[in-house]
């Protein structure tokens, strides 16, 4: 027979040892808990931390020295340092050059290298690497930069932390070229960099290292340790490709990735309003065109009407801008003029040129019609289609797959041209194909671009000079879409380069501008905004370059730099709330077991049963 007093004082002692228990235990947690509460980043040392950035346009070639999509791009100012920086506002920053100063008659320009970086692979950046990066360029005649290294003579180490970059006359956009630094002992074993297939990771020296690119699934990017400046506190950042962007944004809303690039505008109206979400859009020097095949050659597989100024010129006319802003990109775009985009430039040097009521092209199918006549393009028979030496006028209209915007405008744009009595094939395919089309070359190796119109946009420079070199005559092959020559053109484009006062290098622009305008190789339909979101609930630090993009913009990296998993009020006041509910659970089972331990101080007779 037990007694209760004995049941009694082993229950108290029992509860007691479990109240110590749970308050070690307790404590410890809040240890943890504490612990976890003063670090921004509670997970950091136990997880990656990985950003998902989905995108609707794939990757073009991720070898600096020939891929041109704005996802190349990306990827490349995350993996390189530019030579001299872009800041948030677009202004020149220091990048592997700390700082630089011209002479008086501005043939040099001196370069001060920042000490301490080092490749990723181990190896120091110094001058050498400069150097060679602008030589590479300037020896090697890689048309993606030629343009910028226009007046280069030569680069010069001077010592290990000092380049000279001598020029044959004054260069005016030394400050704004759009160059990464590469380093010399990877690149130098390349002969010939165009044709050259990379390998990964990539050794570089920015903020991450691209380590993968899967075809159709994704660029993977990782956190390189060995980074001069801002440490960043992502790990990974995955560039997820999208076939449709209607899907792309469900999965934003549903945590798959972090932010969508190229929201379709009902879905960023939608999205970007819910709580958690923020919407960044801008335009980044960027224009919608409709591009002709304006090429000379007899290598052309291009119609030829398409190299008569005339013939432009009338379909010029028959292009309605507003309708296209409307219908295409609903109110997150302007009806353009010229390819400089309106309202992108500083105030003391607004690059944008505006046409003459005179010059200007209106929305009138009449008038296109009369041009068309006047110019020579009859309805001979009078079967609604126009001849050109006897034959139908038939036409290939293209827009792509990766562009909603694109798609509609090209619908529309269609319809227009038809009205005009051109049989037009209108198609929507892959913007490799579309790439492919526009770089063919025949069996015998001579350049034969195979299109006639088609639709894409062109995102632009910080130095609006080098946005106009990309359509002079040495940039066919290259990023002269339109294959358009004009001799005048050539020669004010060279001049610009070299004009050092700000008033007549911007009188020549506006005059290249005009001259484009004119002539028609490409017609500027739309300033579109590009359209993002990001998640906010679970992130903070979005650093938007030029008040727009966060993320696709291929000059500013600070987005990257800045992002860290959210550790906000509403998480701190939980943790607050669970904080205090454990020390009262704490404080009452203490309470309890002395309770109990005191009663068990006065034992009771034992009770026969």
Same mark, same amino acid.
């Given at each position: 027979?037990?007694?209760?007093?004995?049941?009694?004082?082993?229950?108290?002692?029992?509860?007691?040892?479990?109240?110590?228990?749970?308050?070690?235990?307790?404590?410890?947690?809040?240890? +943890?808990?504490?612990?976890?509460?003063?670090?921004?980043?509670?997970?950091?040392?136990?997880?990656?931390?990985?950003?998902?950035?989905?995108?609707?346009?794939?990757?073009?070639?991720? $070898?600096?020295?020939?891929?041109?999509?704005?996802?190349?791009?990306?990827?490349?100012?995350?993996?390189?340092?530019?030579?001299?920086?872009?800041?948030? *506002?677009?202004?020149?920053?220091?990048?592997?050059?700390?700082?630089?100063?011209?002479?008086?008659?501005? %043939?040099?320009?001196?370069?001060?290298?920042?000490?301490?970086?080092?490749?990723?692979?181990?190896?120091?950046?110094?001058?050498?690497?400069?150097?060679?990066?602008? /030589?590479?360029?300037?020896?090697?005649?890689?048309?993606?930069?030629?343009?910028?290294?226009?007046?280069?003579?030569?680069?010069?180490?001077?010592?290990?932390?000092?380049? @000279?970059?001598?020029?044959?006359?004054?260069?005016? $956009?030394?400050?704004?070229?759009?160059?990464?630094? +590469?380093?010399?002992?990877?690149?130098?074993?390349? *002969? *010939?960099?165009?044709?050259?297939?990379?390998?990964?990771?990539?050794?570089?020296?920015?903020?991450? &290292?691209?380590?993968?690119?899967?075809?159709?699934?994704?660029?993977?990017?990782?956190? /390189?340790?060995?980074?001069?400046?801002?440490?960043?506190?992502?790990?990974?950042?995955?560039?997820?490709?999208?076939?449709?962007?209607?899907?792309?944004?469900?999965?934003?809303?549903?945590?798959?990735?972090?932010?969508?690039?190229?929201?379709?505008?009902?879905?960023?109206?939608?999205?970007?309003?819910?709580? !958690?979400?923020? !919407?960044?859009?801008?335009?980044?020097?960027?224009?919608?065109?409709?591009?002709?095949?304006?090429?000379?050659?007899?290598?052309?597989?291009?119609?030829?009407?398409?190299?008569?100024?005339?013939?432009?010129?009338?379909?010029?006319?028959?292009?309605?801008?507003?309708?296209?802003?409307?219908?295409?990109?609903?109110?997150?775009?302007?009806?353009?003029?010229?390819?400089?985009?309106?309202?992108? =430039?500083?105030?003391?040097?607004?690059?944008?040129?505006?046409?003459?009521?005179?010059?200007?092209?209106?929305?009138?199918?009449?008038?296109? /019609? &009369?041009?068309?006549?006047?110019?020579?393009?009859?309805?001979?028979?009078?079967?609604?289609?126009?001849?050109?030496? !006897?034959?139908?006028?038939?036409?290939? #209209? &293209?827009?792509?797959?990766?562009?909603?915007?694109?798609?509609?405008?090209?619908? #529309?744009?269609?319809? =227009?041209?038809?009205?005009?009595?051109?049989?037009?094939?209108?198609?929507?395919?892959?913007?490799?194909? #579309?790439?492919?089309?526009?770089?063919?070359?025949?069996?015998?190796?001579?350049?034969?671009?195979?299109?006639?119109?088609? %639709?894409?946009?062109?995102?632009?420079?910080?130095?609006?000079?080098?946005? %106009?070199?990309?359509?002079?005559? @040495?940039?066919?092959?290259? =990023?002269?879409?339109?294959?358009?020559?004009?001799?005048?053109? *050539?020669?004010?484009?060279?001049?610009?380069?070299?004009?050092?006062?700000?008033?007549?290098?911007?009188?020549?622009?506006?005059?290249?501008?005009?001259?484009?305008?004119?002539?028609?190789?490409?017609?500027?339909?739309?300033?579109?905004?590009?359209?993002?979101?990001?998640?906010?609930?679970?992130?903070?630090?979005?650093?938007?370059?030029?008040?727009?993009?966060?993320?696709?913009?291929?000059? $500013?990296?600070?987005?990257? #730099? $800045?992002?860290?998993?959210?550790?906000? @009020?509403?998480?701190?006041?939980?943790?607050?709330?669970? %904080?205090?509910?454990?020390?009262?659970?704490?404080?009452?089972?203490?309470?309890?077991?002395? +309770?109990?331990?005191?009663?068990?101080?006065?034992?009771?007779?034992?009770?026969?049963?």
């Amino acid at each position: 027979m037990a007694s209760r007093g004995t049941r009694s004082r082993t229950a108290t002692y029992a509860v007691f040892g479990i109240a110590v228990l749970l308050a070690a235990a307790a404590a410890g947690g809040l240890g +943890v808990a504490l612990a976890a509460d003063d670090s921004p980043v509670p997970t950091a040392s136990i997880e990656k931390v990985v950003f998902r950035v989905g995108t609707t346009e794939p990757p073009d070639n991720l $070898n600096p020295f020939v891929g041109w999509g704005t996802i190349d791009y990306e990827a490349w100012c995350l993996n390189y340092d530019f030579i001299i920086g872009y800041g948030p *506002d677009g202004e020149p920053v220091p990048g592997i050059a700390e700082s630089w100063d011209v002479s008086d008659d501005g %043939l040099v320009w001196t370069l001060k290298i920042r000490q301490g970086a080092v490749w990723s692979d181990g190896e120091p950046v110094t001058a050498d690497d400069v150097a060679f990066s602008y /030589n590479y360029i300037v020896d090697n005649d890689l048309y993606a930069y030629v343009s910028y290294t226009k007046l280069i003579e030569e680069a010069v180490a001077v010592d290990d932390f000092t380049c @000279e970059v001598r020029c044959s006359a004054p260069k005016a $956009n030394m400050e704004r070229l759009y160059i990464y630094c +590469v380093p010399e002992h990877i690149w130098s074993e390349i *002969d *010939d960099p165009e044709k050259h297939k990379v390998t990964y990771p990539f050794v570089g020296s920015g903020p991450f &290292q691209i380590q993968e690119w899967k075809r159709g699934s994704h660029i993977l990017l990782t956190r /390189n340790p060995d980074y001069w400046g801002t440490e960043p506190t992502i790990d990974e950042i995955y560039f997820e490709f999208y076939t449709n962007a209607d899907t792309m944004t469900p999965d934003l809303e549903i945590g798959t990735i972090d932010a969508a690039c190229g929201v379709p505008a009902p879905q960023y109206a939608q999205v970007s309003e819910q709580d !958690g979400f923020q !919407g960044f859009k801008g335009n980044v020097f960027t224009w919608d065109y409709l591009c002709f095949n304006c090429y000379g050659e007899d290598t052309s597989l291009g119609h030829p009407v398409l190299r008569d100024v005339r013939f432009r010129q009338a379909l010029a006319w028959a292009i309605d801008k507003k309708k296209l802003a409307e219908t295409g990109w609903g109110r997150y775009a302007r009806p353009a003029t010229t390819i400089m985009p309106a309202g992108e =430039w500083p105030p003391d040097f607004d690059a944008h040129y505006q046409p003459t009521p005179d010059e200007t092209f209106g929305f009138d199918i009449a008038r296109a /019609n &009369q041009l068309l006549d006047e110019a020579g393009y009859p309805d001979a028979n009078g079967d609604g289609i126009r001849e050109y030496e !006897g034959k139908k006028i038939r036409l290939r #209209l &293209q827009a792509r797959t990766s562009s909603v915007e694109s798609q509609r405008m090209g619908k #529309l744009i269609a319809g =227009w041209l038809t009205e005009c009595g051109l049989d037009i094939k209108y198609s929507v395919i892959d913007d490799g194909a #579309l790439s492919d089309a526009l770089y063919n070359y025949d069996a015998d190796f001579y350049y034969a671009p195979d299109y006639d119109l088609y %639709l894409w946009s062109y995102a632009g420079y910080a130095d609006p000079g080098d946005t %106009l070199a990309s359509f002079t005559t @040495e940039q066919i092959e290259g =990023w002269n879409d339109p294959c358009w020559s004009n001799a005048e053109y *050539d020669e004010l484009c060279a001049l610009q380069f070299t004009q050092m006062d700000k008033a007549e290098r911007l009188e020549t622009i506006h005059r290249l501008q005009q001259i484009f305008y004119v002539e028609c190789p490409q017609i500027a339909l739309t300033y579109p905004d590009t359209l993002e979101i990001g998640n906010t609930a679970e992130w903070e630090g979005y650093t938007p370059f030029l008040d727009g993009l966060a993320f696709l913009n291929a000059f $500013n990296m600070d987005t990257y #730099l $800045n992002l860290k998993p959210k550790s906000g @009020e509403e998480e701190d006041g939980a943790g607050r709330a669970t %904080l205090w509910l454990v020390v009262a659970v704490i404080a009452m089972l203490v309470v309890v077991a002395l +309770v109990l331990l005191l009663r068990g101080g006065d034992t009771p007779p034992a009770v026969e049963e």
